[in-house]
C-alpha cells in the first residue's frame, strides 16, 4: 500500500504544477474576454437601438426589436455631411498645424539654447497638468469684441472690430483654440522624438559643413517621419472626438457654421432625446471612424513593409 501510495504522490504534484503555469494564462484570457465584451456590447447596443423610433428605446433598450426602422440611419447621414466636414478639415488643419507650431517650438527646445529655455519648457509641462476648461475664460476674453486680439489690432491702425464668433470666423477660432489646447501634448512628443535622434548624425553632419537647414531636413525631418504620424493621427482623432470645447465656445453657432459631429450627437440624444436617432448618429459615426483608419493606414503605409 505504501509503494502504491508513493507511486501515486507524483501525479497530482505534476498535475498542480501545470495549473500553477496555466494560471497567468488564464487569468490574460479571462481580461481580454471580459474588455471585449465591454467594448463589443456597447456597440451592439448602439447598432439595434439606431433601428428603433424614439418612443421604442426605453421598453427595449437591451435587445433588438422588428421591423426595422432604417429611416435613422437615412437621416443621421444626411444631416452628418456637413458636421464630418467641418471634422476633417478641423483635423487636417489642426494636424498641420499642430506640426508646424508644435514641430517648429519643439526642434527649439532640443536644439537650440537660448536664455530662458528650461523655463518655458517647465511652463509648457506645467499647462498641461491643467484642466482644458480652465483655459476657455481667458479665450473667450481674447476673443469677443473688446478682446486682446481686437485691441492688438488697435494698436496696428486697425479701427473696426472683428467679430472672431461669426458664421464666417467661428471655425477658425474654434480651430486656434484646439491647436492651442493640443499644442503642449504636440511639443512634447515631438521634442521626444528630436532628442532620441543619435548626436551623433548631428556631429557628422557638422563636420561636413552642413548648416541647421540641411540637417533639419536631411536628418531630423526623416528620423521623425513616425513621430508626425503619430501626431497628426491624434490630432485627426481629437478632432472626431471633440465635444467640450465646442459645446463650451459656441455650441455649434452660430447656425452650424461650428457644430462636429459629437457635438450634434450629444445635442440630439440627451437634450432632445431623440435616443433612436442619436444611436443612428453614433452608428454613422462609428463608420466614418472606420473609414478614416483605413484612409490614415493607407496615407501612412511603410512602403519598404510591402
Known amino acids: 500500500m505504501r509503494q502504491v501510495r508513493s507511486s501515486a504522490l507524483p501525479a497530482p504534484a505534476g498535475r498542480r504544477k501545470k495549473i500553477s503555469k496555466n494560471v497567468p494564462q488564464i487569468i490574460l484570457n479571462a481580461v481580454i474576454i471580459l474588455l471585449l465584451f465591454l467594448m463589443i456590447f456597447p456597440l451592439a447596443m448602439s447598432v439595434w437601438n439606431a433601428f428603433k423610433l424614439d418612443y421604442q428605446f426605453e421598453d427595449t433598450m437591451w435587445y433588438p426589436t422588428f421591423p426595422l426602422n432604417i429611416y435613422n440611419l437615412f437621416d443621421a447621414f444626411a444631416q452628418l455631411k456637413e458636421y464630418i466636414l467641418n471634422t476633417v478639415v478641423v483635423g487636417i488643419a489642426g494636424g ?4 508646424l507650431v508644435a514641430g517648429l517650438s ?3 527646445f532640443a536644439r537650440i539654447d537660448f536664455p530662458g529655455r528650461r523655463f ?5 509641462i506645467a499647462l498641461l497638468m491643467m484642466p482644458g476648461v480652465l483655459t476657455l475664460i481667458p479665450t473667450i476674453q481674447l476673443y469677443k469684441d473688446f478682446g486682446l486680439l481686437n485691441n492688438i489690432l488697435k494698436i496696428f491702425g486697425y479701427q473696426g472690430k472683428v467679430n472672431w464668433f461669426s ?4 471655425i477658425w477660432s474654434v480651430l486656434i483654440v484646439l491647436i492651442w489646447h493640443g499644442f503642449g ?3 512634447l512628443i515631438y521634442y521626444t522624438g528630436i532628442k532620441n535622434i543619435d548626436p551623433v548624425l548631428y556631429e557628422a553632419a557638422s563636420i561636413d559643413g552642413a548648416d541647421w537647414k540641411t540637417t533639419f531636413f536631411k536628418i531630423t525631418l526623416p528620423l521623425m517621419k513616425p513621430v508626425i ?4 493621427t491624434m490630432a485627426i482623432i481629437s478632432a472626431l472626438k471633440q465635444m467640450e470645447t465646442v459645446y463650451l465656445l459656441t455650441n455649434g453657432g452660430p447656425g452650424d457654421s461650428t457644430q462636429f459631429a459629437a457635438n450634434y450627437l450629444y445635442q440630439q440624444a440627451f437634450k432632445s432625446f431623440r435616443y433612436g436617432y ?6 454613422v459615426f462609428i463608420i466614418i471612424c472606420i473609414l478614416v483608419t483605413v484612409g490614415l493606414n493607407t496615407i501612412f503605409r511603410d512602403k519598404n513593409t510591402d
Open 96 to 99: 498641420g498645424g499642430l506640426l
Open 106 to 108: 519643439a526642434y527649439a
Open 120 to 124: 518655458f519648457f517647465s511652463m509648457v
Open 167 to 170: 458664421q464666417e470666423n467661428a
Open 185 to 187: 501634448w504636440g511639443m
Open 229 to 232: 504620424q503619430i501626431n497628426v
Open 278 to 283: 442619436g444611436n443612428a448618429i453614433g452608428v
